[in-house]
């Protein structure tokens, strides 16, 4: 079988980054989503790529008054009150700040677009790691994430962890909701789901570098390996950073790790999964978008040479479900 190309995208906004950041020192990454994402999903098209766009579920929502009311009966009780959006966040909400807390019209565009994929990245943004939340409270907000998409005519089918904190113990909730598929991780300790608090220094630093020089592998994946339990697992291969001006004359290696693996893939027959998030792209725009178009290109001449053929996680799952059947 030929390889396949999966794209993700962590689409969150505020939601994403709001125990961190703050729309003063970061509303420009924030509101530079509404420029970049119609621009990202032209690229696609163009290049006929097929992206899964994992939504939190608040950006579905037109209001907080509105958003309110589909809140689940359970909210996530982090031992570190600060995650949760729940206690306090949604006070901070006004009309001048809306646009980075909700997102239907982005919503409506995608789905303008057959070819890609709206998938959840949980309802509130869940850490599925942290200390104080449980089972049970993680369902009560994937239950809301797959209601709030009804409303909007989406089937929610593909998952993508929080922060990547792939929780084992919560896999049979997502199947029992009729979720197929879910982005794990690389592997490799550097790369290994852990609560916010174990994540080192270190880590980070070993990322950085492997984003340059080929320090973890390829991270490309048979597919015979991936279709033995359900709901499947489309592990990540790269993350796609961003274009930063103080490390501009480390791109030439940044895109030569991403093609090489790419290329690698699909010599093999086998997966590569690139994920980002949006708002990755809000500012340095034509530095971001000039990146991503290299690998799209890159990927027409796989795709002409070893029929290395771009899936959304939906469509990936379908595939492994086969496979698994045929077995």
């Not at 163009?46 to 209001?63: I, P």
């Not at 791109?251 to 790419?262: A, H, V």
Request: one cysteine or more; a neutral charge; charged letters at 25%.
């Amino acid at each position: 079988m030929a390889g396949k190309f999966v794209i993700s995208l962590d689409f969150e906004l505020m939601w994403g980054v709001r125990d961190k950041r703050s729309h003063e020192d970061y509303g420009e990454n924030l509101l530079g989503v509404w420029q970049v994402l119609p621009l990202m999903i032209e690229l696609f098209e163009k290049f006929n790529v097929k992206a899964t766009f994992a939504t939190v579920g608040f950006l579905f929502g037109n209001s907080k008054e509105e958003l309110i009311k589909l809140f689940p009966k359970r909210y996530p009780h982090y031992l570190d009150s600060n995650l949760s959006p729940y206690n306090g966040h949604f006070d901070l909400i006004s009309e001048l700040n809306s646009k980075v807390h909700f997102a239907p019209e982005l919503i409506e565009l995608i789905k303008k677009y057959p070819k890609q994929e709206i998938g959840t990245h949980t309802f509130s943004h869940y850490y599925c790691l942290e200390p104080g939340q449980n089972k049970e409270e993680f369902e009560q907000d994937i239950m809301a994430a797959v209601e709030i998409a009804k409303r909007y005519n989406v089937d929610i089918k593909s998952l993508v962890f929080p922060r990547n904190q792939f929780n084992d113990e919560y896999i049979e909730v997502i199947k029992s909701l009729g979720i197929t598929s879910f982005r794990g991780n690389e592997k490799g300790w550097i790369y290994d789901a852990v609560k916010g608090r174990d994540e080192k220094l270190l880590r980070r630093i070993i990322r950085l570098l492997d984003a340059y020089v080929n320090i973890s592998g390829y991270n490309c994946y048979s597919l015979g390996d991936l279709y033995r339990k359900e709901p499947f697992d489309i592990p990540s291969s790269r993350f796609l950073r961003p274009y930063s001006s103080r490390l501009r004359s480390l791109e030439g290696l940044r895109l030569r790790r991403i093609l090489k693996s790419m290329t690698h893939a699909a010599e093999a027959g086998k997966l590569f999964h690139l994920w980002w998030h949006p708002h990755n792209f809000g500012i340095n725009q034509n530095e971001n978008m000039g990146f991503l178009k290299k690998i799209l290109e890159h990927y027409m001449e796989l795709n002409k040479k070893f029929d290395f053929d771009s899936v959304t996680m939906r469509e990936m799952s379908n595939i492994l479900y086969k496979m698994r059947s045929n077995e």
